[in-house]
T-cell receptor, first 113, second 116 residues
Framework: ETGVTQSPTHLIKTRGQQVTLRCSSQ?????VSWYQQALGQGPQFIFQ???????GRGNFPPRFSGLQFPNYSSELNVNALELDDSALYLC????????????FGPGTRLTVL | GDSVTQMEGPVTLSEEAFLTINCTYT??????LFWYVQYPGEGLQLLLK?????DKGSNKGFEATYRKETTSFHLEKGSVQVSDSAVYFC???????????????FGKGTKLSVKP
């Protein structure tokens, strides 16, 4: 059984640019959530996708958007990057039978210069 | 809104010492509670969980009991090893926050260093 994978591992962008991060869910999981983890902090919920629809959102502006595909993989898009967007972005997937238990990928480290 | 408060770190212990990391929560409903561990340079790994009051989660020698009366979920281990050095996060599932599956609300994390 393959776990949650994310790409790329690291990314460097400049202010104002746009970025797309990718996530492949663990096999059989139909829900994907994205979190932002700033240095030295706990992860903050960005949004969740279930059956290709956004299904819950945290306190993040609309320039953070996402997609979920029929194979349950997902993308996080961030437009008009700001310095404060520098963080580790974590993707998590969950089984329909154990919805509260989320399994995390290794994350993508985004640096905005 | 719902929130999680963890004891501040870092925590430094000698090998075989007893570990306690305190965690308290505020929630309007009846959340599930979790401990996640993050090793250097890695993502989060689920360590243990409890879904209702008085449940005890356990894994790899770690334990935590869901105490509704004190709104706590303290993490304990009787004898830590050097390999336990990591950052530990307490979290709750926020069903009131939306989403059919519930999103997680995390504490700020407690860094544990175990010396040989």
């Amino acid at each position: 059984e393959t776990g949650v994978t994310q790409s790329p591992t690291h990314l460097i962008k400049t202010r104002g640019q746009q970025v797309t991060l990718r996530c492949s869910s663990q096999s059989g999981h139909n829900t994907v959530s994205w979190y932002q983890q700033a240095l030295g902090q706990g992860p903050q919920f960005i949004f969740q996708y279930y059956r290709e629809e956004e299904n819950g959102r945290g306190n993040f502006p609309p320039r953070f958007s996402g997609l979920q595909f029929p194979n349950y993989s997902s993308e996080l898009n961030v437009n008009a990057l700001e310095l404060d967007d520098s963080a580790l972005y974590l993707c998590a997937s969950s089984l329909v039978t154990f919805p509260d238990t989320q399994y995390f990928g290794p994350g993508t480290r985004l640096t905005v210069l | 809104g719902d929130s999680v408060t963890q004891m501040e770190g870092p925590v430094t212990l000698s090998e075989e010492a007893f570990l306690t990391i305190n965690c308290t929560y505020t929630a309007t409903g009846y959340p599930s509670l979790f401990w996640y561990v993050q090793y250097p340079g890695e993502g989060l790994q689920l360590l243990l969980k409890a879904t209702k009051a008085d449940d005890k989660g356990s894994n790899k020698g770690f334990e935590a009991t869901y105490r509704k009366e004190t709104t706590s979920f303290h993490l304990e281990k009787g004898s830590v090893q050097v390999s336990d050095s990591a950052v530990y996060f307490c979290a709750l599932s926020d069903r009131a926050g939306g989403g059919s599956q519930g999103n997680l609300i995390f504490g700020k994390g407690t860094k544990l260093s175990v010396k040989p």
